[in-house]
């Protein structure tokens, strides 16, 4: 009685063995997706569309456009879907100002069907209270995690990180809370007026911002999870800057991108 008790435990303890390296050998053949974000600072042209697409690794992705800081303008909605059909692309829309008699499927169906999502310029300060009113934002952290591209330019590029610098409100630029999938903050348009830079950096001097980076029109970062993975440009002008304090006084380092086109 004593051998066969020592016979079963034994079966049972080999094919618990068993069962651990099947999971262990799935685990390892079915890796995490890699995260994605693509931002530039207010450009999104052609060189950012083809750089998109190979991202995706799709020969003809489905790309979903989300114009929420626009409120849904149809103009900006036709502009972005005019630019992405000159590609190999499914482009689609993903309005927020809908209603249930015309829109058959959930914001997450729509979203989570993409290779893509991308989000145009706006007002970020609008944008962010309607994804969070619908769950569009918690939507969009399970797209990333899923390895779908998440990337835009300008209030599209300030929602993927804490916050950023904003024309989204009256009088003067702010800051403004975002998504934090990203650390630190952004301000895009960063050479666009004589005050954005150095407002910028009066604000990460002051502690009214974190540090983080400032981008020129049509220069951007590629980051992989939360890091940078490439700085990249769209002309020989355009830079990307790192504005940090050091030693009670503000620093900003340019990092020099790759030129895309």
Same mark, same amino acid.
């Given at each position: ?51 998109? #697409?190979? *991202? +995706? =690794?799709?020969?003809?992705?489905? @790309? &979903? ?6 409120? !849904? ?74 390895? #779908?591209? *998440? +990337? =835009?330019?300008?209030?599209?590029? @300030? &929602? ?6 904003? !024309? ?94």
């Amino acid at each position: 009685m004593i051998r066969r008790k020592f016979i079963t435990q034994s079966a049972i303890a080999l094919a618990g063995l068993s069962f651990s390296c099947n999971m262990l050998a799935a685990a390892s053949s079915n890796p995490k997706p890699l995260k994605k974000i693509l931002v530039t600072g207010g450009a999104y042209g052609p060189p950012w569309i083809k750089y998109l #697409i190979g *991202l +995706t =690794g799709k020969e003809k992705p489905k @790309i &979903c456009v989300l114009p929420t800081a626009s409120g !849904d303008n149809q103009g900006y909605i036709n502009y972005m879907l005019d630019n992405l059909k000159k590609f190999s692309t499914e482009p689609y829309v993903q309005k927020v100002f809908i209603e249930s008699s015309t829109q058959k499927i959930s914001f997450e169906e729509s979203l989570l069907a993409a290779d893509a999502i991308l989000v145009p310029g706006g007002n970020i300060l609008d944008m962010i209270a309607l994804w969070q009113a619908h769950g569009i934002d918690k939507i969009l952290k399970t797209a990333w995690e899923k390895g #779908i591209v *998440l +990337t =835009g330019s300008s209030a599209g590029a @300030i &929602c993927w990180f804490h916050e950023g610098l904003s !024309d989204s409100r009256p009088k003067a630029l702010s800051s403004v809370k975002s998504l934090g999938f990203l650390k630190g903050s952004v301000s895009p348009h960063y050479h666009s007026s004589p005050t954005r830079a150095t407002t910028y950096q009066d604000m990460v001097l002051k502690g009214d911002i974190k540090p983080g980076y400032g981008l020129d029109e049509n220069a951007g970062l590629y980051f992989e999870g939360t890091a940078i993975a490439k700085v990249l440009a769209s002309d020989a002008k355009s830079k990307v800057y790192q504005v940090s304090v050091e030693s009670g006084a503000i620093a900003e380092k340019i990092l020099e991108p790759t030129i895309i086109s």
